[in-house]
């Protein structure tokens, strides 16, 4: 599936079949976080792929967020320090979310190309998921993406009209 097409079809999936992602699929998830951009240049970042059914439920237990049973979740996390150190005060303060967003769409899209459903979250209890995961004291957890091959089809998109949502050289609103 082509990028344009995986943007068009990608739904929020909350329920999983039980049947494990290859190995590329998450070879190619690690190298679009590798390739993934960050404002200056920062790669402030941290991820968390949990592929191991018990690991999944003990995060799960403190996701509310996380529907389903997923075959795998990557953990987003961000480091304020590094963010001050790699980019400044702007990075540590705005671009360190801004730079987990881009990846975050970079996971869903190339999850989506290869069939995977995947569903991001952000209700969890950070400090518990920060335990399990044994990350340190400066990296933190910001996002959960929950990624599994669907066992229903997702709800169709309603869109917006293009005028509400789209302007061009002014606001038109």
Request: charged share 25%; proline share 7%; hydrophobic share 35%.
């Amino acid at each position: 599936m082509d990028t344009f097409q995986a943007i068009k079809t990608r739904r929020s999936s909350r329920s999983f079949e039980d049947q494990p992602i290859p190995e590329k699929v998450i070879s190619e998830i690690n190298e679009a976080i590798m390739h993934s951009p960050s404002g200056s240049n920062a790669q402030e970042s941290h991820f968390v792929i949990v592929q191991d059914k018990k690991q999944i439920h003990r995060v799960k237990r403190f996701a509310p967020g996380v529907s389903g049973n997923p075959t795998a979740i990557v953990v987003l996390c961000s480091n304020k320090q590094e963010a001050l150190v790699r980019g400044g005060q702007d990075t540590k303060e705005v671009l360190r979310f801004i730079n987990l967003g881009i990846v975050a769409s970079f996971i869903i899209l190339v999850a989506q190309s290869h069939g995977v459903g995947n569903c991001p979250a952000r209700s969890f209890h950070q400090q518990s998921v920060k335990e399990i995961l044994e990350l340190p004291a400066e990296v933190e957890p910001e996002l959960l993406i929950s990624l599994g091959y669907p066992d229903q089809k997702p709800r169709p998109k309603t869109i917006k009209p293009v005028t509400e949502v789209i302007s061009h050289e002014k606001y038109s609103g």
